[in-house]
């Protein structure tokens, strides 16, 4: 048997090799990986079973689709990024699969009604993995590009500018060409649609964070006080506040009210995250407050919402009212705790029940347990990346990573808490489950700038270059040097007084 390695002979193994002590982990990458893909192909089978009562091929397609795009993702992060999180990429990819299912098993039914009553129905799974190709596509772009997040504060200001345009591009537009369910936020042309806004999250997430790097002393110490708060200079605060109203008025004449709260609160918790201060967040909730009331007052269409929150039983035959939150409710009381099992209930009569109400569906089919284990996922996946944040060197990045973890947290308890009644429902996707090409576009590029600030956070500081030694000259080839040497002082040298 090999003894033990001495202290000393250990720490110069450590000191020859200081990569040992943190390796990359792309082995447990690859492994969770696999799992994932395991998790995906046996619910593939389970909805084949229950609603076809046959395995067909297409459940190959999409099972080799499925391992290809995330094995390329993999290898690109080995290479681009190797120390990065290796639960973030796994996380997603479980729940790009589980919702590139529950949509195909929603096209078997959808497609069976068409059939029954004579209509054309496109199927929705085959247009997901191309939007699933097309984001990894922009995934790789951005992780290859974006070699060191501390770049992009050069265009933070820039990324403002531009995330302000794109929100308030479809507002302009005429309804024809960017309203969809009475909502003006998207860009439709020719042959595909696509929502700004989402790109837009991402660029104002950068400009904020920038900016508050800039101007984060004065948040804390200047200015003047009100009502006992330290309120920087309005020429400081200007910059915020006036692209934050920007944002929360175009949406709000949008009628998009989950991305302004989804906006509000990102910039919240960022101030929050770079001040430290509590007041800041009793502050903005006050604001919050009180604009509810404004805006319930001011627009029928917030009006409708918190009566359908309120009792969705009430307002269920009414035009716009609470058919779409009952029938999401009535499929998570059938789906109970243990579920109806996957290709087993009736998640299709929900509407939307690919893009806003998918977790209905979930709920439904894999019952309490499996949306809680869902949850949980995002929780990891958040966790993880909040982590990489924290621990990151510099401020923006501790900023940005903050902000694009929470963003995630945010969206899933805006939609998942309108799908529950919990709060009034709004129109955003759920994160890489939900049907929907903006969405997954934006959403992964949010998670390569993610692994980029991991990379950074795990990645060993680089060792400083040992100074190279001074070679001495053979005392027998050095030269001869004259050395004067000071006269002494005393009354011999300085003459007789």
């Known amino acids: 048997m090999s003894q033990p390695a001495p202290p000393d002979a250990a720490a110069a193994i450590h000191q020859s090799n200081p990569?040992?002590?943190?390796?990359?982990?792309?082995?447990?990458?690859?492994?969770?990986?696999?799992?994932?893909?395991?998790?995906?192909?046996?619910?593939?089978?389970?909805?084949?079973?229950?609603?076809?009562?046959?395995?067909?091929?297409?459940?190959?397609?999409?099972?080799?689709?499925?391992?290809?795009l995330f094995g390329v993702a993999h290898l690109a992060v080995r290479r681009w990024a190797p120390?990065?999180?290796?639960?973030?990429?796994?996380?997603?990819?479980?729940?790009?699969?589980?919702?590139?299912?529950?949509?195909?098993?929603?096209?078997?039914?959808?497609?069976?009604?068409?059939?029954?009553?004579?209509?054309?129905?496109?199927?929705?799974?085959?247009?997901?993995?191309?939007?699933?190709?097309?984001?990894?596509?922009?995934?790789?772009?951005?992780?290859?590009?974006?070699?060191?997040?501390?770049?992009?504060?050069?265009?933070?200001?820039?990324?403002?500018?531009?995330?302000?345009?794109?929100?308030?591009?479809?507002?302009?537009?005429?309804?024809?060409?960017?309203?969809?369910?009475?909502?003006?936020?998207?860009?439709?042309?020719?042959?595909?649609?696509i929502q700004p806004g989402e790109f837009a999250k991402i660029l104002l997430m950068i400009f904020f964070a920038t900016f508050l790097v800039a101007k984060r002393d004065l948040f804390m110490i200047a200015g003047k006080k009100v009502f006992g708060v330290e309120l920087p200079r309005a020429r400081d605060l200007g910059p915020l506040l006036i692209a934050a109203a920007a944002c929360l008025l175009v949406l709000?004449?949008?009628?998009?009210?989950?991305?302004?709260?989804?906006?509000?609160?990102?910039?919240?918790?960022?101030?929050?995250?770079?001040?430290?201060?509590?007041?800041?967040?009793?502050?903005?909730?006050?604001?919050?407050?009180?604009?509810?009331?404004?805006?319930?007052?001011?627009?029928?269409?917030?009006?409708?919402?918190?009566?359908?929150?309120?009792?969705?039983?009430?307002?269920?035959?009414?035009?716009?009212?609470?058919?779409?939150?009952?029938?999401?409710?009535?499929?998570?009381?059938?789906g109970g705790v243990g579920g109806t099992g996957l290709g087993a209930g009736r998640p299709d009569i929900v509407p939307e029940a690919n893009t806003d109400f998918i977790t209905a569906g979930l709920g439904e089919e894999l019952g309490f347990v499996g949306l809680a284990a869902i949850l949980m996922v995002y929780l990891i996946l958040a966790t993880r990346g909040m982590r990489s944040a924290l621990a990151v060197r510099d401020t923006f990045g501790k900023l940005l990573g903050c902000g694009l973890s929470f963003s995630i947290v945010m969206q899933v308890f805006v939609i998942v808490g309108g799908v529950?009644?919990?709060?009034?429902?709004?129109?955003i996707t759920t994160p890489f489950l939900s049907y929907g090409g903006s969405s997954l576009l934006a959403n992964y590029m949010l998670v390569a700038l993610l692994l980029?600030?991991?990379?950074?956070?795990?990645?060993?500081?680089?060792?400083?270059?040992?100074?190279?030694?001074?070679?001495?000259t053979p005392i027998a080839e050095a030269g001869t040097v004259l050395v004067n040497r000071p006269p002494a002082a005393g009354p011999e040298a300085g003459g007789a007084r």
């Open 19 to 68: 990569q040992r002590e943190l390796p990359t982990r792309r082995g447990t990458e690859l492994a969770m990986l696999g799992f994932a893909a395991l998790i995906v192909t046996c619910a593939f089978v389970l909805v084949q079973a229950n609603q076809e009562q046959e395995l067909s091929f297409s459940i190959v397609w999409y099972g080799l689709a499925y391992l290809g």
């Open 83 to 193: 120390y990065a999180d290796p639960l973030i990429l796994p996380s997603v990819a479980l729940l790009n699969g589980i919702g590139l299912v529950m949509i195909y098993r929603i096209d078997l039914a959808l497609t069976e009604r068409a059939t029954q009553s004579g209509d054309d129905y496109s199927s929705a799974a085959p247009k997901q993995v191309l939007f699933t190709a097309l984001s990894l596509v922009l995934f790789l772009a951005v992780l290859i590009w974006v070699k060191d997040h501390r770049t992009l504060t050069r265009y933070g200001y820039t990324c403002g500018l531009i995330g302000i345009a794109a929100l308030a591009l479809p507002a302009i537009l005429p309804s024809s060409l960017s309203e969809v369910n009475g909502a003006k936020v998207w860009i439709k042309l020719p042959g595909f649609s």
């Open 252 to 334: 709000v004449f949008e009628k998009d009210l989950g991305t302004s709260l989804l906006f509000f609160a990102i910039v919240l918790v960022l101030i929050y995250i770079a001040t430290e201060r509590a007041i800041w967040v009793v502050t903005g909730l006050g604001f919050f407050v009180v604009g509810c009331v404004i805006a319930y007052k001011l627009f029928t269409h917030v009006e409708q919402r918190v009566a359908n929150w309120i009792d969705p039983l009430a307002t269920y035959s009414d035009p716009g009212g609470g058919y779409q939150i009952a029938q999401g409710l009535f499929g998570l009381g059938t």
């Open 420 to 427: 529950t009644k919990l709060i009034p429902m709004t129109g």
């Open 452 to 472: 980029r600030i991991s990379d950074a956070a795990r990645r060993p500081a680089a060792k400083p270059r040992p100074k190279a030694p001074q070679q001495q």
